[in-house]
Structures are given as C-alpha cells and as structure tokens.
C-alpha cells in the first residue's frame, strides 16, 4: 500500500475527538500532513482550549497511525487555536477580544457569579486568554470573588488598565466605588456605566470575555444585546420551579435579539451534608434538563450545593482555583470545555477577510 495523505486522513476519520463527539478529518482538525518515506508528521487544531486534553488526542492519533502498514514514525503536534465567531447582525467586534460569552439567570440568587468566575477560571485552567465583565452595576460581585481591592490604574486618563488575579483579566464597577456604598443610578446611567466598562477597560488579548449579568430582563440586558458584539449566551438556574420561570424568561430574551443559547446549567442542584455526605435534591430536580428539552437546547451540566463552594467563593479563591483536582472543580471545567466546544462550532466572524473599500475622486 501506498502511503499517502488520503491514507492518513481516512485513517484519522476513526479517531474520534472525546470532547466534541467527531471525528478529527469531518471536523476540519487535521492540518499539515506531510510524509518522508514511512515517517509521518501532522498537526491536530483544536477550535476550543484543551492544556489538560492534548496529550489524550495526541495519543489517540498517535495510536491509530502507528497501526497502518508502512508507518514506522509518527509525529503529533495537538495544539488550541481559539478564533473569533460571528455575533450579532449589525454589532462589531471589539478589538482584542475574540469572544464575549454572557452568564445569566433571569432571576438572582441562583449562584450565577460564582458559576461564572468558575467557568473563566476553567476556561483559564485549559490554556485561554480570560477576562471576566462585571456587568451588574448594582450590585457587583466579581471584586470579591477574585479577591481583588484596590482601584485600576489608568496611564492616558481616558482608559484603565483590568484589575487581575488568578490569572484573569476583571474590571468591575465594584473597584471604583466603597463596598457599603450603594449605585443609586438610573437606567441610562447604569448602562453607560456598562459601555464604559467595557470600552474603555484595556481587555489585551482576550480569547474569551465572560460577562456576570446582572438579573432580570432589563436595560443592562437590552444594551448588552444591542451593542455588544455578544458569541453566546450560558443560563444558570437551579432545579427550582420559580428559578426555572425566570431563566426562561431570560433565555427568550436572548433568543429575541439574536443572541445563541450555548446551554443551560443547573446550580445547587443536590444537597451535600458536610457531615454524613448524603445527598438531596432540595430545589427538586431535573428541571434544568426538562427546560433544555423544551427549548432544544444542550444541558451543560449540574453542580451540588456544597458548603465549600461558597466558603471558597468567599474567599477570594473559587473552587477552579482553591481544589482544582477535586471532583467540583472537574465539573467547572467540563461544562466550560462543553461552553468553548458551543462557540467553536458556531460560525467564524469573517469581517476581517472583507476588503475595506474606498471611494476617491481621481
């Protein structure tokens, strides 16, 4: 048997990618096939951040080549290669950030900041470049959570530079006023208020931005859907009927303004007694994957109601970071693999490929 490309890929077209459930060839993964003699060489682009999943894939393929005849050498570079995808008719992208993904609920109370700090730590964990938006001006909580004080720095008086920690990039109305001092604004102000946090925070190089939204179906969230260039949307809501009511509610907010649902997840689903470790679903249960099924849309994953995520939220260090080998943690970073996974398979932003034309008089 010849050795040759079509050999190679169709080889690959058996490897299936554990994370996205497809092949490596369908999915357009398999790059740079080159062959000398029985020695082959490729490269494996995953659209999605993988650190903890590229020498699982590199195996994987290195596996299957190493059983077609004629191979004596295989060489596997696996590597993440995060783009931007296209958002909104009409809105354009912000430089510097790739993707704006929005964690909301509908109603408050649910454990959406936590949930959302959680996940850009995950997504950070895996290898992205993360900044997290603190869009609720009422009531900001990300200072907290990321253990962050103190107040940005500007250099030219017009832009400040993002807080940080852990890793991620944080800007947060929270870092600019007293923690006791409460935002008595109206709508308009609390929304230029956001614009302004968004624009003018120096966000370098971000692969994903997470936005902790504020609850509800108001002007913050008519301004985000407006104005911001927004990938996708993630809804948090707990097992709860009344917590459901609202989520949905939210969910049909982002489907009027053309925004996608990448899932839904559902907080404090199970009881954990610190004590004796049973487990109750007090919230009852199912209701996150019952709403998933009536909107067609994918359920990312459920988290308990434990003692230590709020101990360690409070802290400054959420779970991600406080027990990143606990069984917790494994669950952030799988429903953020599964979030990353639902943007790279949405369609790529292809306005930098456009000519920008110009009219002169010659």
């Known amino acids: 048997m010849t050795l040759t490309a079509d050999v190679v890929k169709n080889t690959l077209l058996q490897v299936i990618d554990p994370n996205t459930n497809k092949d490596l060839v369908s999915s357009k993964s398999v790059k740079n096939i080159q062959i000398t003699g029985t020695e082959v060489s490729l490269d494996v682009e995953l659209g999605y951040p993988a650190k903890s999943q590229l020498e699982l894939i590199r195996n994987l393929v290195t596996a299957a080549l190493q059983n077609v005849p004629g191979i004596t050498k295989v060489s596997v570079n696996v590597q993440a290669k995060i783009v931007a995808h296209a958002v ?76 940080e920690n852990h890793g991620l990039q944080v800007s947060s109305i929270g870092f600019m006023i007293n923690p006791d001092e409460p935002m008595v604004w109206r709508g308009p102000i609390v929304t230029q208020a956001l614009q302004q946090l968004l624009t003018q925070t120096n966000w370098r190089d971000l692969d994903y931005l997470i936005v902790d939204m504020p609850p509800g179906t108001g002007d913050v969230q008519l301004t985000l859907s407006q104005k911001v260039p927004v990938t996708g949307a993630v809804i948090v809501t707990t097992p709860q009927d009344i917590a459901l009511l609202d989520a949905r509610k939210g969910l049909k907010m982002f489907e009027k303004v053309d925004i996608p649902i990448l899932g839904i997840i559902e907080n404090m689903s199970t009881h954990i007694c610190s004590n004796c470790g049973h487990a109750e679903a007090i919230f009852g249960e199912g209701g996150g994957e019952k709403m998933c099924a009536d909107f067609g849309i994918d359920f990312l994953g459920r988290l308990p109601l434990t003692m230590s995520i709020r101990e360690q939220a409070d802290a400054g260090k959420p779970t991600v970071i406080a027990d990143p080998e606990g069984p917790i943690a494994a669950i952030y970073k799988d429903i953020a693999r599964k979030v990353a996974i639902r943007v790279a398979e949405k369609a790529k932003d292809m306005s930098s490929k456009f000519p920008t034309i110009t009219i002169q008089n010659t």
Request: no cysteine; hydrophobic share 45%; proline share 7%.
């Open 88 to 163: 909104q008719r009409g809105v354009k992208l912000m430089p510097n950030v790739k993707n704006i993904i929005a964690v909301a609920s509908g109603k408050g109370g649910v454990g959406k900041s936590t949930t959302a700090a959680n996940l850009a730590l995950a997504l950070a964990a895996e290898g992205a470049a993360v900044g997290i938006l603190d869009a609720d001006i009422y009531g900001p909580s990300q200072p907290l959570l990321m253990g962050i004080s103190g107040r940005p720095e500007t250099v030219d008086g017009k832009t400040m530079e993002p807080m």
